[in-house]
């Protein structure tokens, strides 16, 4: 079946080290996003790709840096993660034309 | 500006009655709505979805939802909810403020469900 796939699932960090989450996608869609999202809250679009053509959100914080390296590849890079940061970071895809996003599983992020 | 409004933070129901979740909106032209479920732990996944037609929609898991433009409201129905139906339950709309593609979403409502 198509799908969006998001590796790890879960991921434990430190306090500053690096992250990098991957979501990958066999829809073929155009256009796929990172949301983040809190517990209880609604998902907080950071960026998007439309293509190759990269779409960051004026409150994404210079912390979060993005690459889509290819259409079926995207991923999120955390610089230096606080622990603020800790969330459920959920991948998302679109055709061109359609309104409709489809979502991975989503990974959830520990900063400890 | 744009947003989607959710009045029921949680919802609680019996198993086996029937279920109203609302979705209140405010948009310029003719939305097009969406209703996403999420699990506990995992992504979304779109229930229905409204962009023109018909103004009752239906879904998957048995869920329904009607566009009443007078009242700006898409709001999702179920006749009998079954026990997995627990979930958070967001409305969204798309945002017509120059990108189309990206959604505006409510806060969500929480149903639990009582056996």
């Not at chain 1, 293509?51 to 390296?69: G, L, M």
Request: charged content about 15%.
């Amino acid at each position: 079946d198509a799908m969006v796939i998001q590796n790890p699932r879960y991921q434990v960090t430190q306090f500053g080290k690096p992250v990098t989450l991957s979501c990958s996608q066999t829809l073929n869609h155009n256009v796929m996003y990172w949301y983040q999202q809190k517990s209880s809250q609604a998902p907080k679009l950071l960026f998007h790709y439309y293509d190759k053509d990269f779409n960051n959100e004026a409150d994404t914080p210079d912390n979060f840096q993005s690459r889509r390296p290819n259409t079926s590849f995207c991923f999120l890079d955390i610089r230096s993660p606080g622990l603020g940061d800790a969330a459920m970071y959920l991948c998302a895809t679109s055709p061109i034309g359609s309104y409709e996003q489809y979502f991975g599983p989503g990974t959830r992020l520990t900063v400890t | 500006a744009q947003s989607v409004t959710q009045p029921d933070i949680h919802i609680t129901v019996s198993e086996g009655a029937s279920l109203e979740l609302r979705c209140n909106y405010s948009y310029g032209a003719t939305p097009y709505l969406f209703w996403y479920v999420q699990s506990p732990g995992q992504g979304l996944q779109l229930l229905l979805k409204y962009f023109s037609g018909d103004t009752l929609v239906q879904g998957i898991k048995g869920f329904e939802a009607e566009f009443k433009r007078s009242q700006s409201s898409f709001n999702l129905r179920k006749p009998s909810v079954h026990w997995s139906d627990a979930a958070e339950y967001f409305c969204a709309v798309n945002d017509n403020a120059g990108n189309n593609r990206k959604l505006i979403w409510g806060l969500g409502t929480s149903l639990a469900v009582n056996p």
